[in-house]
């Protein structure tokens, strides 16, 4: 009876040796001159600077070398690939790009490093209050800004021009004039205004810029939700009314960004509500809408402001346990210095976060939409800034969709909303 | 079990001690696997849904009920139980009828059988994902086949909230009715064939014969179809989450869903485990229902 | 019966029509990115292999049929093994308390995964085991281990005592019976229950979407759900994904049918 047992015992063997093997993760092969690791999103536009500008480091620092990783396209992927890795414990990473929502939240977990003693006052006051302020946290300063956003209304000039009408102010006026334009043109094609109505990050942004509009918040200083119940009715109203009198075409619901600047794009449509790097796309030279669009503030509800945009972009941060943290904050501050910002706008489709360069006589030639932006971004403010500001969203998106599409009313909406957020509250503890 | 012998007995209770303790170390792996990595999660998740857990926050604190309690009057729960009920109804409703058609039509099948199975079980045997990409791709507003087919009207399958449902139904059908069908078929093939051809000569043909003959032979392997199908629509959760991700508006959103947007989008391990946990209750309520049903049409027979 | 061949060969287009949803995708990975949006007819004016160049060559399904390829034997060789070890001392071993171990067992075939999903992303994330193959193995054999036990329990069960008496007189022991006389006659059932547990460890999702972070630690279906669009959706590129995905899923039923079909019948009506 001899060689079976042995013949079983390899097979166990085999076996623990193949789940050993497969125990073994991926791990990073480390080594040689001091490696920094900067993780970004690639960014669009006629040239990528960031190459260039992390040679430029690497020149000015002997001996190091920056190694670039792509971040995936989606935000959400993004922060679910930072969450997963960071709460890990060892990130591949020491430089990173971050989302300016989620800076907050990462402070609060420990994952990024405090900039406020390596950062001077004077480099703060350089760039845009509106994108220092979401980055600080318990008043200190975690990340540093690298390029801005605001949410613009593209409107066509010529259309506007055609029916002598000037940028609409109100909602109200803004249906009005896509209805007069429609009549008038006849197009059964052209739509009339396009935004961001899917339930995702940018749904919420859509919807809180409409809260905005009506003077109003989605949630206050001491974390009560909806202040102004009657108000945040109103607004969501208004924005299911956009659908419903067909000034908004039903499939804005399902809509991010790039489905709705491609139409508008294409010039079948009238207003568009969307980020600055649109703009950089229709002025191509093969664009249909070339020279035949404009930026205008974002029209108001009844008790708001116009021009109540969200401001947002990219920060950059060093991981807390990274094992350079000098020469990693020393990456932050070269890339958002004005040298490297000036590079980013020139090379791509980026707008900086540095209001001076936006009086540059050289980025202007370039870019003469500069100095209409600058009176844009200063009127628009950052989402709520709280570690907790996805978890809010994420929590508020569905009741926000829930209105759109026609499934709830406002008021049920609002009033879930703020059972929904009182839970969620309860349980962090505030 | 051996009739005792005298001479034998201690032998033989040394070969059970024997036995005995083989039995344990065979049996001991798996069941370590099992307690492992599904008894002891079944129970911890349990305990998980009785505190407040976002671990990125480094929060974990008591919390009772108050999860179930909030559960009880959050609107978000009781749609997602409304759409989770409204799926599984429909979903196996809908394959019980399908399945059995097919398999009746199968029955008389001579030649191409493992085609014809081989074609059937396609659809059973492909990752949900892939059937979830095939379908969106199916009902896309203007690349998908079936708007062409419908003579190119944008009919947006996945984007209405009132369509939604329906197709993902359709989707979820499509890939389980092959499981019901495989079933009955199997059992048709085992009914002789004297039986029918007795009640032609009875006069009894066609549907009659189906009632008389075929259905009280199929149906309590129907039922344990059933069964299985309605457990697993219930647990439910690759196809709807990838199809519409529970959109639009939560016309789509299962429990299954629901609970795994608490856990891993807003991160509330507490409260995803909570819904997690009340899915868990309703399944094996279903099970027991369903159990005691079969028994006691076993028992009438 | 009656009408025969003409019958048959109806029943036979049926389901090519009902698989048709299958045959659509193979089209949609071979036609090109211009005639897929809109959809201007049923057959592609020509055919290209770009989207499969795509996929192997540019995205991550490559690495990902590799980790699936590894979880899913892994995982079949220790949810069978175990099985059959298990199947044995439960069907033929005085063990006490069988009768509650077996209900058991039932019973954790109708755990839902949301419901132990939690729990077990808390754990791999303590042991450290995000991203590894290990964690999906485990978690895998787990789940699919009641279903191989009930199983192989039910074959065992059908092999005649009498052998196992034969072989004892013989002057085996109970190991011994277990290597030489059990599991040669359980190895075609053995082989039903790795097929089913294959399928199910390849097509698994939920516990695969929640242990993985990084993109090189996917398994096919997360790896085909995140599939990566800059702008627009690459609906080619993912239908020749798709296709790939289902290469094993699709010999299975080809190439191994009789077992699987055997499989899942005794899956269900054993009672």
Known sequence: ?430 | ?301 | MRGGRLRDALVLAALALYAAPFFWQALTSVRPDAELLPLASLLPGRLTAVHYEVVLAKSLMPRALLNSLGVALISTALAVGLGALAGYALVRLPVPGRGPILLAMIAATAFPQIATVSPLYLLMRTLGLRDTWLALILANASFALPLVIWLLGGFIREIPRALEEAAATDGADRIATLYWVILPLVAPGAASAALLAFLFSWNEFLFAYSFTATEASRTVPVALALFPGVFEVPWGDIAAASLLASLPPVLIVVGFQRYLVRGLLAGALRE
């Not at chain 1, 414990?89 to 989620?102: A, K, Q, R, Y």
């Not at chain 1, 945009?309 to 941060?317: M, Q, W």
């Not at chain 1, 020139?346 to 707008?351: F, I, K, S, T, V």
């Not at chain 2, 639009?248 to 807003?266: D, I, N």
Request: hydrophobic share 50%.
């Open chain 1, 1 to 430: 009876m001899a060689p079976r047992p042995a013949r079983a015992a390899l097979l166990v063997a085999g076996l623990l040796l193949a789940l050993l093997a497969a125990g073994c993760g991926q791990g990073p092969s480390g080594a040689g001159p001091i490696t920094l690791v900067f993780k970004h999103a690639k960014i669009l536009g006629p040239a990528d600077p960031v190459p260039g500008l992390l040679r430029r480091f690497e020149a000015e620092h002997p001996g190091v070398r920056v190694q670039s990783e792509a971040l995936t396209w989606s935000s959400d992927e993004q922060h679910q690939f930072y969450v997963i890795n960071l709460e890990g414990g060892s990130p591949p990473f020491d430089v990173m790009m971050l989302d300016v929502i989620w800076v907050p939240e990462f402070a609060r977990a420990g994952w990024i490093l405090d900039l406020t003693a390596q950062v001077p006052p004077a480099e703060c006051d350089a760039h845009f209050a509106s994108a220092i302020e979401p980055a600080t946290q318990d008043g200190r300063l975690w990340a540093l800004p690298w390029f801005m956003n605001v949410g613009l209304l593209y409107y066509r000039k010529d259309l506007l021009a055609k029916y002598g009408l000037a940028p609409p102010e109100t909602y109200d006026e803004l249906a009005r004039q896509v209805r007069l334009i429609q009549a008038g043109e006849r197009d059964p094609r052209l739509d009339g205004y396009l935004w961001q109505g899917k339930q995702y990050e940018g749904g919420m942004v859509n919807v809180l810029e409409a809260l905005w509009a009506n003077g109003t918040r989605v949630i206050d200083e001491r974390g009560r939700p909806f202040p102004e119940p009657e108000r945040a009715r109103e607004a969501l109203a208004a924005l299911r009314g956009l659908i419903e009198s067909g000034v908004s075409p039903p499939w804005v619901t399902a809509a991010d960004e790039e489905l709705t600047r491609r139409p508008f794009g294409d010039g079948r449509a009238i207003f568009l509500r969307g980020w600055p790097y649109a703009l950089d796309l229709f002025e191509l030279p093969d664009s249909r809408v070339r020279q035949r669009v404009g930026v205008a503030p974002m029209p108001r509800l009844a008790h708001g402001p116009v021009g109540a945009a969200s401001t947002g972009g990219a920060h950059l941060a060093v991981s807390a346990r990274t094992r350079h943290p000098a020469l990693a904050v020393e990456l932050v501050r070269f890339l958002t210095s004005d040298v490297a910002q000036r590079a980013m706008t020139e090379g791509a489709a980026l707008r900086p976060s540095r209001p001076a360069l936006y009086h540059d006589a050289q980025l202007i030639a370039r870019d003469p939409t500069l100095p209409a932006l600058l009176p844009l971004i200063l009127r628009g403010h950052p989402r709520p800034i709280t570690p907790y500001y996805l978890m809010l969203s994420t929590t508020l998106q569905p009741e926000f969709s829930a209105v759109l599409v026609g499934r709830k009313s406002p008021a049920r909406a609002v009033q879930d909303g703020i059972a929904q957020v009182r839970h969620l509250e309860q349980a962090l503890g505030r």
């Open chain 2, 1 to 301: 079990m051996a009739s005792p012998r005298c001479d034998t007995s201690s032998r033989r209770s040394a070969a059970d001690v024997t036995d005995r303790r083989l039995g344990w170390l065979l049996l001991a792996p798996a069941l370590l696997l099992l307690g492992g990595l599904t008894v002891y999660p079944a129970i911890w998740v349990i305990w998980l849904s009785l505190q407040y857990r976002v671990p990125v926050f480094g929060i974990a604190r008591w919390a009772g009920a108050a999860h179930y309690a909030f559960l009880t009057v959050d609107s978000r729960f009781w749609n997602a139980a409304g759409v989770t009920a409204l799926f599984t109804v429909a979903s196996v409703a809908l394959e019980s009828i399908l399945g059995l058609a097919m398999a009746l039509a199968l029955r008389g099948q001579q030649r191409g059988r493992r085609v014809a199975v081989a074609l059937l079980l396609l659809a059973w045997a492909l990752p949900s994902v892939v059937t979830a990409k095939m379908f969106e791709w199916l009902y896309h507003p203007s690349g998908g086949l079936v708007n062409f087919l419908l003579g190119g009207r944008a009919v947006n399958w996945l984007g209405d909230p009132a369509l939604a449902l329906p197709s993902l139904v359709l989707a979820d059908v499509w890939r389980t009715t092959p499981f019901v069908a495989l079933l009955c078929y199997a059992r048709l093939l085992t009914i002789p064939a004297e039986l029918y051809e007795a009640a032609e000569v009875d006069g009894a043909a066609g549907v009659q014969a189906f009632a008389r003959i075929t259905w009280p032979l199929v149906r309590p392997i129907l039922l344990v179809a059933l069964l299985f199908r309605t457990l697993d629509a219930l647990r439910a959760f690759d196809i709807m989450f990838v199809l519409t991700g529970g959109g639009p508006a939560g016309s789509t959103e299962t429990l299954t869903v629901y609970a795994y947007r608490a856990l891993f989008q807003t991160l509330q391990i507490g409260f995803g485990s909570a819904i997690g946990v009340v899915v868990f209750v309703l399944v094996m309520l279903v099970a027991w229902a369903y159990l005691r049903l079969i028994n006691r049409q076993e028992a009438a027979a």
